[in-house]
């Protein structure tokens, strides 16, 4: 299966097409496949204050900038 020239799998940090316009946030088990991490692992995020969330009508969300934000603020990998 191809992808559209410029998406990602998640969307977050790709540029978007004409088509398509991004989410402004994302579910907390979306936000774990687009960051790589388990839906557990954001819940322990938020908890200890490292992601910001909002609940909207009972759900947790966290927006599209603050995934951005993790990402980029991430210390590099180091080799073994």
Do not use: N
């Not at 687009?34 to 947790?60: H, P, Q, Y």
Request: glycine share 8%; proline share 5%.
């Amino acid at each position: 299966m191809s992808r559209a020239k410029g998406h990602d799998r998640s969307g977050v940090g790709a540029e978007p097409s004409d088509s398509h316009a991004f989410k402004l946030a994302y579910t907390v088990e979306e936000a774990g496949r687009a960051i790589g991490v388990s839906r557990s692992t954001v819940f322990d995020m938020i908890r200890m204050g490292e992601v910001s969330a909002k609940k909207l009508r009972g759900r947790t969300v966290i927006a599209r900038a603050e995934l951005q934000r993790i990402v980029s603020e991430a210390p590099d990998a180091r080799p073994p």
